[in-house]
């Protein structure tokens, strides 16, 4: 699993990146080749040539290709032609090779080279070869256009399998011409592309997949590292991941002491399963294991339990193991973080690049979904990689595909109320104290492992002004009451801090800010290329409480907004009683599609916000 990242609580905060005035950046011709010479061989041919036509277009000039020892670089040439005609070539000694392991599996490497021409257009061709032993699972997935703002002016992707060999497929963006030819010595099949439009990178739009040739290909049956398999089906995938779950010798003597004598006072199930839960947090940490065998087959127990590292499926394996010691049956568990759905009709192993382990809870029919990767995310968390997520369950009597419940659109939110002591120079005292649930406690997970400065920055973000006398946050939550279907997660953080320059004099006025923190969003000015995709909603709330100091009066308050859209709504309003201003702003998104035509509608939308939240308050010195 990719690290379990904090994320922006307020998702307002996001940046749309300009769109060029230039079509494209670069423009690119390739052509690929796999030839299957046996289950457990093959062989990787590339032509690729790339015309840069800026800078902004270099990245897709780049040469990157992962290796370990069963894939290996075997030839490698390149050239790169400058404005001025002059040839360079690149040879093996120009490529940057470094190792990508762990500590624990040593054979993984990462080989690269990035072009540096003097000046453009620049023209960059590469040739070379990956030879492939030891089997593998799913051919090289052809994707051509890895960059935004490329053209393919020319793309064919062909695989030579032997004859009567099996294959599945799945083609993604625009359509190319399939043939297929079946010979006495090999059965070809080809993909080739005339000329496909690429895309522009903005934020919020729809998956790459949809918009550029994709081509997935594997073969039903195969051997990997030794170990034969079938993926014709789930069942099939979920039988061979299940037998090298049983070539695990299983874990040490003092491990399966170490359960019982961690839970054999508990009396119930979900007690025995929170506290294993907590010994992982103790003990283990993540490392990630991808290539060869080790980018399926989990390492064994014993490995984990005698150096406290694991990857997403040694760590999941490790806790199944403790708690069958236990005799409490869980399911090994896997599943794809960057997409929810498996593809329709092509199930192979290759969509899947993370594992959870599944727990039925038949007394309260319920089923615990456990990430193991990060004990610090609460116990039955179902956090954005998970939630909503098609899985398959690796199960003794048969592998089964369902889907991980998501958490409602409504539960997820933050609500955010600050209480401003104003003093009469200016400087101010300001006492926050925030609630979030959902999806939006992720920013505050692991909250108290955090470094002091990141805390600082965490709690500070969006501060329009520098905090002095920070004190250290509060933070409750409910991470360790899981008690069902039902449970969601919720914290609640508090703080303070002072701000010598919260209010600024201009003659006998000063004016103050309405909302101490910033939640503009900013939207791009250049024309949207791309729909605007929603995939989740959320509701950010905010209460400012301004006390102001006697001998001052409000002159004015900011005007009250009220939007509403498909997308989302805005509302703010401020009033003002005896010696308090409050400000209440409240922000709604929803999930939605928005076409790229009517973009102006929301960059209406988000200006209008983005005044509301950074308007201001003026005060008079009372007559």
């Known amino acids: 699993m990719r690290r379990f990242l904090l994320c922006s609580v307020f998702l307002l905060m996001v940046v749309f990146p300009a769109v060029s005035g230039e079509k494209y950046a670069s423009v690119l011709r390739d052509d690929e080749t796999f030839t299957m ?21 270099l990245d897709a000039a780049a040469f990157i290709e992962y290796t370990s020892k069963n894939d290996v670089l075997s030839s490698f040439s390149g050239v790169m032609q400058l404005p001025s005609g002059q040839q360079v070539k690149i040879g093996k000694k120009d490529l940057t090779t470094v190792s990508i392991a762990s500590g624990i599996a040593d054979d993984g490497f990462m080989t690269a080279y990035m072009p540096s021409p003097p000046s453009y257009p620049v023209t960059v061709t590469y040739e070379y070869t990956i030879q492939q032993k030891g089997g593998f699972v799913v051919f090289p997935v052809y994707c051509p256009v890895t960059t935004g703002n490329t053209d393919l002016r020319g793309g064919r992707f062909t695989l030579s399998v032997p004859p009567g060999t099996v294959i599945r497929s799945y083609e993604f963006g625009p359509a190319g011409k399939k043939t297929v030819e079946q010979g006495a010595k090999s059965d070809i099949y080809s993909w080739s592309f005339s000329a496909c439009d690429g895309y522009v990178e903005e934020s919020f739009m729809p998956s790459v997949l949809g918009l550029v040739p994709v081509i997935y290909s594997s073969p039903d049956e195969f051997v990997f590292d030794g170990f034969p398999g079938r993926q014709d089906s789930w069942e099939a995938i979920a039988e061979w991941q299940q037998d090298l779950l049983q070539s695990d010798p299983g874990l040490p003597v003092s491990a399966k002491e170490k359960a019982h004598s961690l839970t054999d006072n508990i009396p119930d199930k979900l007690g025995k399963i929170r506290a294993i839960y907590k010994y992982l947090r103790e003990k283990t ?38 708690l069958s010691e236990l005799g409490i049956e ?29 727990v039925p809870l038949k007394e309260t029919s319920d089923t615990l979904f456990i990430e193991c990767t990060n004990p610090s995310v609460p116990l ?10 098609e899985l398959l369950l690796i199960r003794p009597e048969g592998g089964e595909t369902i ?8 539960l997820c939110k933050s609500v955010t109320v600050t209480s401003v002591k104003l003093s009469e120079d200016g400087s101010a005292h300001l006492d926050v104290s925030q609630k979030h649930s959902g999806r939006n406690v992720e920013s505050w997970i692991g909250f108290d492992a955090l470094s002091k400065e990141t805390k600082r920055a965490l709690i500070t973000r ?25 449970w969601f997660p919720e914290c609640e953080v508090g703080y303070g801090f002072d701000i010598l320059t919260y209010g600024q004099w201009n003659g006998s006025r000063m004016m103050l800010a309405g909302n101490p923190f910033s939640k503009r969003m900013d939207a791009q000015r250049s024309e949207r290329v791309n729909p ?11 209460e400012v409480v301004i006390d ?20 989302g709504s805005f509302r703010s309003n401020a009033s003002y009683s005896g010696s308090k201003i409050v400000i209440r702003q409240e922000v709604i998104l929803k999930p939605c599609t928005l076409p790229a035509e009517q973009y102006d509608l929301f960059r209406d939308f988000v200006r209008s916000m983005n005044r509301s939240y950074s308007s201001r308050i003026v005060l008079r010195k009372a007559e």
């Open 37 to 57: 010479q046996s289950l457990e061989k093959g062989v990787l041919t590339v032509t690729r040539t790339v015309i840069v036509y800026s800078k902004k277009g």
């Open 285 to 322: 940490r993540y490392v990630s294991i991808q290539l060869g065998i080790g980018g399926f087959k989990p390492f064994p127990a014993e490995t984990v339990d005698r150096t406290g590292f694991g990857d997403c499926k040694a760590l999941s394996n490790y806790m199944r193991l403790m």
């Open 330 to 358: 869980s399911w090994y568990t896997a599943l794809s973080t960057e997409s929810e759905d498996f593809l329709p009709g092509y199930p192979s192993m290759g969509q899947t690049d993370h594992v959870i382990l599944t």
């Open 380 to 389: 039955g968390y179902r956090h954005e990689s998970i939630a909503g997520h």
């Open 403 to 410: 889907r991980a419940r998501s958490y409602p659109d409504s």
């Open 462 to 486: 969006g501060l329009n002004a520098q905090p002095q006398n920070l004190t250290p946050a509060r933070i409750k939550d409910n991470y360790d009451t899981y008690d069902g279907r039902e």
């Open 532 to 542: 605007l995709v929603f995939k989740s909603g959320t509701t950010v709330i905010d």
């Open 548 to 567: 102001i100091p006697e001998g001052l009066e409000v002159e004015s308050l900011p005007s009250s907004v009220a939007l509403d859209e498909l997308w």
